[in-house]
């Protein structure tokens, strides 16, 4: 009924940023599809999702979003309504997360976008778009950090550290690692989340505080992996207290991009700073992780993971999700 309605009409409903005196302006509006940049495949899209990154380009911070007018968010999944490339036909369902898309390019907070195919994921089988939005970039890049570890010969029943565990990408690795038979340390700085990670999997909750004060470069071996999302001192104590041959697989900088650290763990003990970009992750990788995540995570996973709000809700939102009080994922209804 939607499609019909998509098709139907030359216009459609999408958050627009717009230019304005001093920065932006940024409202839900019926757009048309001068809005679209040009590419060779539309999508009707049925869902996104806000990232921490969305919530920065919303309120006009940290200079996320660089062309305008757009529709920001940097995630969609949906239905492809046309196509010029061979490797997609109307019909398919696909998915999107990074490539600049939500940045540089038109997003997904519309009901209409428009990508080139060499971005766009077919949907695995089994899984449905609102599942793959659940998991949106947060699951996608927690996925890519797993796998990192695994590359690096982290082997199953070690202990691994997640940080800014009640996240969107924390919450999802907690998840996966322990599904994959880690024993999962999950650190927060949101202790009546505790009930919420041990859901998870999580075997034991450490309180941030513990990591955020500058400690000694070199502390007590602990960790046989980490998976950090936040950055800064809690992440240069991460990798201070990481076991000989460890790996530290860096995602986040919630907590700062500054790295206060030496060299003397990565000399003396071996470890390893595994650095994870989802954003220009390649094909190969990406289809690899999605089929992954089809297979680990349940529909029942992901419900207890996710909170769903419509479009219109998204702009309350931005300072929640900004400040931290989002727990795990937030699906958007398109």
Not at 48 to 73: E, H, Q, V, W
Not at 258 to 269: A, G, S, W
Not at 282 to 307: H, N
Request: charged content about 20%.
């Amino acid at each position: 009924m939607r499609a019909e309605h998509a098709m139907s009409t030359d216009t459609f409903k999408a958050i627009v940023a717009r230019k304005a005196e001093g920065g932006q302006s940024v409202a839900l509006e019926q757009a048309d599809e001068s809005l679209l940049p040009a590419a060779d495949v539309t999508v009707d899209v049925a869902w996104s999702t806000l990232n921490y990154k969305d919530g920065l380009a919303l309120k006009g911070l940290g200079r996320i979003l660089r062309t305008f007018p757009m529709a920001p968010g940097i995630d969609f999944a949906g239905t492809v309504r046309t196509s010029d490339s061979p490797e997609f036909k109307p019909g398919d369902q696909v998915i999107l997360t990074g490539w600049g898309v939500g940045e540089t390019w038109s997003g997904g907070f519309s009901a209409r976008a428009r990508a080139r195919s060499e971005w766009l994921v077919k949907l695995p089988e089994g899984m449905s778009p609102r599942q793959a939005m659940a998991i949106g970039t947060a699951g996608f890049t927690a996925m890519l950090c797993v796998m990192a570890l695994e590359r690096h010969g982290i082997e199953t029943g070690g202990e691994v550290l997640v940080t800014g565990a009640a996240g969107g990408v924390g919450s999802i690795a907690v998840r996966l690692l322990s599904r994959l038979g880690y024993r999962v340390v999950a650190l927060t700085g949101r202790p009546e989340e505790a009930g919420f990670l041990t859901g998870l999997g999580a075997s034991e909750i450490l309180d941030r505080a513990v990591l955020q004060a500058p400690g000694k470069p070199m502390q007590s071996e602990r960790w046989a992996g980490v998976v950090d999302t936040v950055g800064g001192t809690i992440l240069a104590n991460a990798i201070a207290a990481t076991k000989a041959e460890g790996a530290v697989a860096a995602c986040g900088l919630a907590g700062g991009t500054d790295l206060p650290t030496t060299v003397l763990p990565f000399i003396l003990r071996g470890v390893c700073l595994l650095g994870v970009n989802s954003v220009d992750a390649p094909m190969a990788r990406r289809q690899d992780a999605w089929a992954r995540l089809a297979r680990e995570l349940t529909p029942a996973d992901l419900d207890g993971l996710t909170q769903e709000v419509a479009l219109e809700d998204v702009l309350g939102l931005a300072d929640d999700i900004l400040a931290g009080k989002v727990r795990g994922r937030t699906v958007v209804r398109i």
